[in-house]
């Protein structure tokens, strides 16, 4: 995955977030993270990341990213990175358990983006857009059961379902709403370096959550 520096960045125009977010937002069940391809960088050096909203979203998907990174920016652990929240309208949107999440943004104004994220929902298959041809040869995971018919109608995708989160190329995904925080640090880990995404974790207690399940568990 390619990281732009002040010379590069990666960019989403408004005018395909749209047909970008529906492909994406039920490809993958568990939160999906797509970097664009290299573009000049205007006078805007905001890394700017868009968390796609739809309803019936799982909410730990949406409220993960939201979470990582808000806590990364309040902090001062990141500069220059602006999370923002988009939907085919702006206004709320109520995920599947319930909570209801504004989104600043509509597609058709959503500022330019450098990383888009999209959870999922369980219908997913009755909405899975069939020209999912941007993950064509792309390594990645999705809940368990969920790999058969994903094998079956988008055979191009190298399903991996022993990986709870899976980078390639420019897409990360992850295969269960809890591992979303999991997701979300990976791509801070992406956009900041490896020390930050480390302390970010380490503030928001995650390592501490992972020990004390292996030894519930073990």
């Given at each position: 995955m390619n990281i732009p520096d002040q010379t590069s960045r990666n960019v989403f125009g408004a005018g395909s977030l749209l047909s970008l977010a529906k492909t994406m937002a039920f490809v993958m069940a568990g939160l999906t993270t797509l970097m664009g391809t290299s573009a000049q960088a205007d006078e805007d050096d905001t890394f700017r990341i868009g968390v796609m909203l739809f309803d019936s979203n799982l909410t730990s998907d949406v409220t993960a990213p939201l979470e990582v990174f808000g806590a990364a920016i309040t902090n001062e652990v990141i500069?220059?990175?602006e999370i923002v929240t988009i939907a085919t309208k702006a206004g709320l949107i109520k995920t599947h358990e319930g909570l209801m999440i504004a989104a600043e943004y509509?597609?058709?104004?959503?500022?330019?983006?450098?990383?888009?994220?999209?959870?999922?929902?369980?219908?997913?298959?009755?909405?899975?857009?069939?020209?999912?041809?941007?993950l064509k040869g792309v390594r990645a995971t999705t809940y368990p059961g969920g790999e058969i018919w994903l094998k079956l109608n988008h055979p191009s995708i190298n399903i991996d379902i022993n990986e709870t989160v899976v980078v390639?190329?420019?897409?990360?995904?992850?295969?269960?709403?809890?591992?979303?925080?999991?997701?979300?640090?990976?791509?801070?880990?992406?956009?900041?370096g490896e020390d930050k995404a480390q302390e970010i974790s380490e503030l928001l207690y995650f390592p501490r959550l992972v020990r004390a399940y292996h030894e519930a568990n073990s």
């Open positions: 500069e220059d990175v509509s597609v058709d104004n959503a500022p330019e983006l450098e990383a888009i994220l999209v959870g999922s929902s369980y219908d997913m298959d009755s909405v899975l857009a069939d020209d999912a041809g941007f390639d190329k420019n897409v990360i995904t992850s295969n269960g709403p809890m591992v979303s925080c999991a997701a979300a640090f990976k791509l801070l880990e992406k956009v900041s």
